[in-house]
């Protein structure tokens, strides 16, 4: 009996302690062939995707087109990605008249919108252990 009462502590303890941190390798595709930074946005949520609140961003260099990023240590939980090749050295996704992307952009799972970005749960990868995901620049 007394064991028992001992190791509930030790019970609740293990409860309250976060979900494991999990690594999400990006490997990106289909950039331009000639030297361009790479810039990553990651969402946690809908509501941060449509304000354009990002939990984190990175960059990377894009070689021969490509480039690979890893993001360590995140909650497990659902996420998307957008991102864009930026080919001009501004440090922005440059758009037309019409507001259309003039630079290469992508979003997680590829996925594409109707008439603007895609939707968070179009775009959400699952991550409840280390994942890689590949996205091809547009």
């Known amino acids: 009996m007394k064991l028992t009462h001992a190791l509930l502590p ?3 303890a293990l409860l309250a302690l976060p979900a494991s941190a999990v690594d999400l390798q990006v490997t990106v595709l289909e950039g331009p062939a000639a030297p361009a930074m790479y810039y990553l946005a990651l969402f946690d949520s809908a509501e ?12 990377a260099e ?14 497990a939980g659902r996420y998307a990605i ?9 440090a922005k996704l440059d758009t037309n008249i019409l507001g259309l992307p003039t630079e290469r952009y992508g ?6 919108g109707r008439m603007g970005p895609p939707t968070f749960d179009a775009a959400a990868v699952e991550l409840d252990a280390d994942k890689r995901i590949t996205i091809r620049l547009r």
């Open 107 to 112: 979003f997680s799972n590829n996925a594409i």
């Open 82 to 90: 957008k991102s864009f090749a930026d080919e001009n050295g501004n």
């Open 48 to 59: 941060a995707l449509a304000n354009n609140q990002a939990l984190l961003s990175r960059k």
């Open 10 to 12: 030790l019970a609740a």
């Open 62 to 75: 894009l070689r021969d087109g490509t480039a690979q990023l890893l993001i360590r240590d995140l909650p």
